[in-house]
Each structure stands twice: as C-alpha cells, then as structure tokens.
C-alpha cells in the first residue's frame, strides 16, 4: 500500500464537505474518487477535490483501487453502499447514524466480523478528551443516571431530514451523538420507553416527524438516563448530558462536549472540547487502514450499530406505546 491512502467517497452533501474540510488536515490522505446520486454534487465535489466521479458505489469499489472508502449517504439510502465495500472487501467509514433496518443493520454487521474488516463509525465525541477521562472515572465509579438532550428549532423546508421514513426522526438522525454517548459511558442499554410530542409545528413541508421526545433507558448495568431531543425550542436550542456516579457528577455541555467533572469531596476538573474533532477522528483512520492496527479506532461498524438500535427501537416504543427491548 502507497504512503498516501487512496480514499474513496460514496456521498458528496454536506458532511462529506465537512470531512473533505478535516482531511485537509490529515497526513498522507487523497480523495481519488466519488459518487452520488445527485450528478452535480458529484460534479462538484470532483472539481473541489480532484477526483474522478464514478456512476455507482459497485463501480467505485470495483474499479477506483482505494485503500478505503467513506460513506456519507442519509439513513434511508444506505444500502447499496454497504454491499459495495463488503463484496470488494475495502476498509470503510460510515457516518451516523448507519441506517433505519435493523435486519440490515444486524446483516452488515455479521458480515464486517466475518471478514474482519477494519470499520468505524462517525461518532466523533468518543475521541474528545473529556469523554476519555470521564471514561476512565467510571470504571471504578460506575454511571448511576443521565440526563441530557439536544434541543434546536423548528427546521426549515428539507428533502428528507424533516420526513421521518428517510430520516428516522430528530432523536435516531441527530440526537444518535448523545445516544451514543450514553451507551460509552453506561454500557449496553437493555429498555427503551419513548413519548413524543407533535402538532407544535406547523406548516413545514413534508413534516412528519415528533416535535419533541423524551426517552428512557434502562442500562445492562442496572444504570438509567433521560434523554431527549427537540426541533420545537426556538428560543434557543441545548446540547448537554449530565452523567452522575456515586462519587462523581459529570456536566457536558454543547457541540465541543466541554466536561466539568465534580468530585464527593469537592474537587472540580475542568476539560475543554478540541476543535477540529473530525481531523481527530479522520486521521485515526486513515491511521488505521495504513498501520492495520485498529486499537485507536472508538466505534467500529458493529458498535456503532448498536447505537443505531437504541434510537430505532425508541421508534417502536413511539408505536407502540410500550416498553422495547434493545
């Protein structure tokens, strides 16, 4: 394998801009090829890049030579991608959340340890320093109960962020970073019980989603949280989680996920959230697949599905009004 690893994308909208943005910053990575259903935003993305457009994920994988391959696709589009990366055997990155089937989810999954396929998932907090210490605390203090949220306003006119068949809604599509989040810190959850709120907003084209949820989770580790998420608050939006132990609080707050850790005796310790966290976790990977040692790698494809299933079975539990195992 050269120096520099041949990457690949399968996506060109607007998180893979982003991406294109932190791999600027990464050491010996280039962008060789992409797809999209949308030819122009391949178009372009070809230009901003130089790479060569490619009319298909198959074609991609089959015939573009990269080391690796990231996918940026909405969740109701993944799919095709998938088998691509796996029939052809290519290390890849899939940004979040990984889909909406959990049959499918479960069948990649499968797939990635039976090949042994290097994988991770975009869950890029898992890399900020203050998650990695509040880490370390509880595993001799064990989490006890969160609360948390991501709340913002009411969204705008979207093609398919706002319709929850593509989408899965606000909490799986969005909020999936503080799910997961929780599940670093706690543990595999074991129930899940939604209530969503809807006909606050109005007039939104193509609107079918909650307005509002809260969901409880039940953790393997006898551990609980509250977690929520809003497309309502138009005042002004959160993001935050606080985590407690039976010696410890934990206050995260906003996008950067800044830690402010209270010990029993009165101790504090204050960790600020790092800029630039998708080069972090960018360069990891692009690490990983030239290295082959994959120990740095927080969310791998299987994890990260997961993650993905506490949010969807919050989904059955809004159905059906019931508790859900996860």
């Not at 799919?79 to 796996?86: F, H, I, K, N, Q």
């Not at 055997?89 to 499918?104: M, Q, T």
Request: proline letters at 4%; aromatic letters at 10%.
């Amino acid at each position: 394998m050269a120096d520099s690893i041949r990457l690949g994308f399968i996506g060109t909208g607007g998180i893979a801009r982003a991406h294109v943005d932190a791999l600027s910053n990464v050491t010996g990575a280039e962008i060789v090829a992409v797809t999209d259903a949308n030819p122009e935003a391949s178009a372009s993305m070809a230009e901003k890049t130089g790479a060569t457009v490619y009319d298909s994920a198959q074609s991609l994988a089959k015939d573009a030579g990269v080391d690796a391959v990231f996918i940026f696709l909405p969740p109701f589009a993944h799919g095709d991608a998938e088998r691509a990366v796996l029939s052809a055997n290519i290390p890849f990155f899939c940004e979040k959340p990984v889909g909406l089937d959990p049959g499918f989810l479960k069948e990649v999954a499968a797939e990635v340890d039976n090949l042994g396929l290097l994988t991770s998932v975009g869950y890029m907090t898992r890399y900020r320093k203050s998650v990695q210490r509040t880490r370390e605390i509880l595993a001799d203090d064990p989490a006890i109960m969160a609360f948390g949220g991501w709340w913002g306003g009411s969204p705008g006119n979207h093609p398919w962020w706002t319709d929850k068949s593509k989408s899965g809604g606000q909490f799986h599509e969005q909020a999936t970073h503080t799910v997961d989040l929780a599940r670093y810190l706690f543990g595999e959850a074991a129930e899940v019980f939604c209530y969503g709120a809807k006909g606050f907003n109005k007039g939104i084209p193509g609107y079918t989603m909650e307005d509002a949820v809260t969901v409880a989770i039940r953790f393997e580790n006898g551990g609980i949280a509250n977690l929520m998420s809003s497309c309502s608050s138009n005042a002004g939006g959160s993001l935050f989680m606080d985590v407690h132990s039976l010696n410890h609080n934990f206050h995260f707050t906003e996008w950067n996920h800044s830690v402010s850790i209270r010990a029993k005796g009165g101790e504090t310790e204050q960790i600020e959230g790092e800029e630039g966290i998708f080069s972090v976790e960018d360069q990891i990977f692009v690490d990983a697949v030239r290295s082959g040692d994959r120990s740095q790698i927080r969310s791998p494809y299987p994890d990260g599905v997961k993650s993905a299933l506490v949010s969807l079975a919050a989904n059955t539990s809004l159905q059906t009004g019931k508790p859900v195992a996860v």
